[in-house]
């Protein structure tokens, strides 16, 4: 898998809703959800790369799919 640098959470966030997620509950993570999957994402600046590596594998997508919705 292609290094994911990291990335500001709210990045992610925008990132992530162009895929099809949406917000379903916010607090110190926030949990996103496509009716399918359930993604949750630390509210950290940056998200660490291995940690956003696994967030975008959950989300079914690849690093590189990932990339170009940022």
């Given at each position: 898998?292609?290094?994911l640098p990291?990335?500001?959470?709210?990045d992610a966030v925008r990132a992530l809703e162009k895929a099809g997620f949406r917000?379903?509950?916010e607090g110190k993570h926030i949990v996103m959800t496509d009716?399918?999957?359930i993604l949750?994402?630390?509210?950290?600046?940056?998200?660490n790369a291995f940690t956003m590596g696994g967030i975008?594998?959950?989300a079914g997508l690849t690093v590189e799919e990932f990339k170009k919705l940022v």
């Open positions: 898998m292609p290094r990291g990335i500001n959470h709210r917000i379903a509950r009716g399918r999957r949750t994402l630390p509210r950290a600046n940056p998200i975008v594998r959950d």
